[in-house]
């Protein structure tokens, strides 16, 4: 950098020297009339006369003088920096005492630069955009952290969602399975009613009824259907009866009147529509329900039991139900006979 003279404030005594006051002039002067504009530099002030229609003159000499004064200040500013320096560099070339030994001094620290003169307001301005821009990042930070720990969480929820859900599964597979093991075994009987009939003959032989009452199997009948029949909430009628020893069975109402009272053994086997369902129940005096079964087309159940004269005993389809049955299929049977008599 080039070094230049500087001149100190007080190097030069900038105020005005004694001098011969400019001659004035009386009376009326040809020129125009003249205004004062008043001026400072370096703390003094002076007047300067100007034409006073001349605004613009005034404007430029007070610009003029206001930046010379910035100037001047400022080379006053630099010029003590520079003398700074220079004592600095006396003090380190001086670092000797008087006896010859060296002091050793710690190097202060060098003056700082000379700073450019820089606009504040466009300073604080970009400075309070990079605060705002700073401040929208960690809100951004802290709401994309926020974002991701409830993302997780519910991440964490679904799988604890999808285990209960899998451990109920397995727990409903296990009891299905422990009910189909524990289902009983249920034997239908796929004989004919006369097999039936004859097996039942064989094991009641050693009965022997009193002399003063009719013999075993003296009471027994098969009804059979020999047409279709749909019908629900009442008694299945019948068409004939295959067999009829001893009476007691009519076939319009589809009951049966034990003329006897005693030990009687019934079973029933219908088939219906083959995807229709089947849901009926042996009944004795209307209401007492016996032995009930169902199927989907088919279905059969038998039981024994014992009755008093005069009690009934018939077939009661409980829901709507459809009986398929022709003159050479005859499906629906109703058998009943008397195992037992029972004295009075």
């Not at 319009?252 to 995807?275: C, D, H, I, Q």
């Amino acid at each position: 950098m080039p070094h230049f003279y500087r001149y100190r404030g007080d190097d030069i005594d900038f105020r005005s020297k004694s001098r011969t006051p400019a001659p004035s002039y009386s009376g009326t002067s040809s020129r125009s009339s003249t205004d004062v504009a008043h001026i400072r530099c370096l703390g003094m002030g002076a007047e300067v006369a100007i034409p006073s229609d001349d605004d613009k003159n005034k404007v430029n000499l007070n610009v003029l003088f206001y930046e010379l004064d910035r100037t001047i200040q400022s080379l006053k500013d630099e010029n003590q920096q520079l003398r700074a320096e220079v004592d600095y560099l006396k003090d380190i070339c001086k670092g000797k005492t008087s006896n010859g030994a060296t002091i050793v001094q710690a190097a202060p620290p060098p003056p700082p630069p000379l700073q450019p003169a820089v606009d504040t307001g466009l300073e604080n301005r970009l400075g309070s955009k990079i605060n705002q821009l700073e401040d929208r990042v960690e809100q951004c930070k802290s709401s994309a952290k926020e974002d991701k720990l409830q993302l997780e969480a519910n991440i964490e929820a679904v799988k604890s969602q999808v285990k209960t859900v899998e451990s109920r599964q397995i727990s409903h597979e296990k009891e299905i399975q422990e009910a189909i093991k524990n289902i009983p075994t249920t034997t239908i009987i796929e004989k004919e009613p006369a097999t039936v009939i004859k097996e039942v003959i064989e094991e009641s032989k050693p009965v022997e009824p009193p002399t003063d009452l009719p013999t075993s199997l003296s009471i027994i009948f098969d009804a059979v259907r020999t047409e279709d029949w749909i019908g629900q909430d009442g008694f299945i009628p019948f068409s004939k009866l295959n067999v009829g020893v001893g009476g007691g069975m009519d076939i319009n109402s589809g009951k049966f009147t034990a003329p006897l009272s005693g030990l009687y053994y019934f079973s029933v086997n219908v088939y219906g529509a083959p995807r229709d369902a089947v849901v009926l129940s042996i009944r004795a005096n209307e209401f007492q329900e016996i032995a009930s079964c169902s199927g989907v087309g088919k279905a059969s159940q038998s039981c024994i039991v014992d009755l008093d004269e005069k009690d009934t005993v018939g077939i009661y389809v409980n829901e709507k139900s459809k009986l398929t049955d022709n003159d050479k299929n005859r499906f629906t049977h109703f058998i009943g006979f008397l195992m037992k008599p029972r004295r009075s």
